[in-house]
């Protein structure tokens, strides 16, 4: 079965940075899309960016040159690298995968991520 469990969320000042990690499994013997979602409150979750098991990427105009994603097939782990953070940015982070055979989709619990001085 497909399990996602994010980590590495906090508290961080302006500017500073933090780095997601999501560590999925049961997701990696079939194409999949991978990546990051977030949820600020009382407003709509909306995509971060994600990858695919082709390798390409895709990021909300928001988080573009300032967020990276990456994955490490060796340790089956996607991470979500942020700097230049804002206060804007704070809302909980999901992980999330979309299995493209099926068009399934998962779900990580979340990470709270705070930016604030």
């Known amino acids: 079965q497909v399990q996602l469990v994010e980590s590495g969320g906090g508290l961080v000042q302006p500017g500073g940075s933090l780095r997601l990690s999501c560590a999925t499994s049961?997701?990696?013997?079939?194409?999949?899309?991978v990546g990051w979602y977030r949820q600020a409150p009382e407003k709509q979750r909306e995509l971060v960016a994600t990858i695919t098991s082709g390798g390409f990427t895709n990021y909300a105009d928001s988080v573009k040159g300032r967020f990276t994603i990456s994955g490490d097939n060796a340790k089956n782990t996607v991470y979500l690298q942020m700097n230049g953070l804002k206060p804007e940015d704070t809302a909980i982070y999901y992980c999330?995968?979309?299995?493209?055979?099926?068009?399934?989709?998962?779900w990580g619990q979340g990470t709270q991520v705070t930016v604030s001085s």
């Open positions: 049961g997701i990696i013997f079939s194409p999949y899309t």
């Open positions: 999330y995968a979309r299995r493209i055979l099926t068009g399934a989709n998962y």
